[in-house]
C-alpha cells in the first residue's frame, strides 16, 4: 500500500553478495550472520549494501542491521560487530524477551536442557537460547586445548597439527 519493494539476496557466495552493488536501498538486513563465509559477509555489508544504503543517510533511511544467532566459533566478521566494532549499536534478545513465549519460557528452556541431555553450560544452549557467543569444543579435533603451543626443539619428531574450521575452506 505504501509503495514498499523488498528485494531479496543471497551471500552463499561472492557472486551472488556482489548483486547488491549498484542499488540504493533505504534498509538492508543480514539474517543468520553466523552462518555465511565471514569474508564475504564482510564485503557484501561494507563495501555493496554500505554505499548503497548511504544514498538514504539522513533523508530517511534506517541503515543497515545485522541479525541472527552467534556461531560456533566467536570470530568473524559478525562476532566483531556484535562486540561494537563497525561503530555497530548492538541489541540482544533472549526467549526470554519474546513475547510468544510469555510465561512460558522457563518452562521451554526446562524442556530443551532435559531433551537434548545439556546443562545451563552447554554452549549451544548458550548460543540458541540465551544469544551468547561461546567456543563451542565439539567441533575442534583438540576439544581441551587451551591454545597454548610448545615447540620441541631438540632431537626426534615434531608433530604438527592445525584445526581448519569450515569457512576457511574454498
Known amino acids: 500500500p505504501r509503495g514498499v519493494i523488498i528485494k531479496l539476496f543471497g551471500v552463499g557466495c561472492l557472486a551472488h553478495a556482489q548483486k547488491l552493488r549498484g542499488g540504493s ?7 543468520e550472520c553466523g552462518v555465511p563465509d565471514q569474508e564475504i559477509l564482510k564485503k557484501a555489508v561494507l563495501e555493496f549494501a554500505q554505499p548503497a544504503c548511504n544514498d538514504w543517510y539522513q533523508r530517511g533511511g534506517r541503515g543497515i542491521i545485522l541479525s541472527g544467532t552467534p556461531g560456533p566459533i566467536p570470530e568473524g566478521f559478525f562476532f566483531e560487530t556484535c562486540q561494537g566494532d563497525y561503530s555497530a549499536s548492538v ?24 531433551q537434548n541431555k545439556w546443562t545451563e553450560a552447554t554452549p549451544q544452549y548458550r548460543r540458541e537460547h540465551m544469544a551468547e557467543w561461546c567456543l563451542d569444543s565439539e567441533g575442534l579435533c583438540y576439544r581441551a586445548w587451551d591454545g597454548s ?18 569457512y576457511h575452506l574454498r
Open 25 to 31: 536501498y533505504p534498509m538492508a538486513v543480514f539474517d
Open 91 to 114: 541489541h540482544r534478545g533472549t526467549i526470554h524477551d519474546n513475547p510468544f513465549f510469555d510465561g512460558r519460557a522457563e518452562a521451554v528452556l526446562k524442556k530443551t536442557l532435559f
Open 149 to 166: 603451543f610448545h615447540p620441541v626443539m631438540f632431537g626426534g619428531y615434531t608433530v604438527l597439527a592445525r584445526d581448519i574450521r569450515q
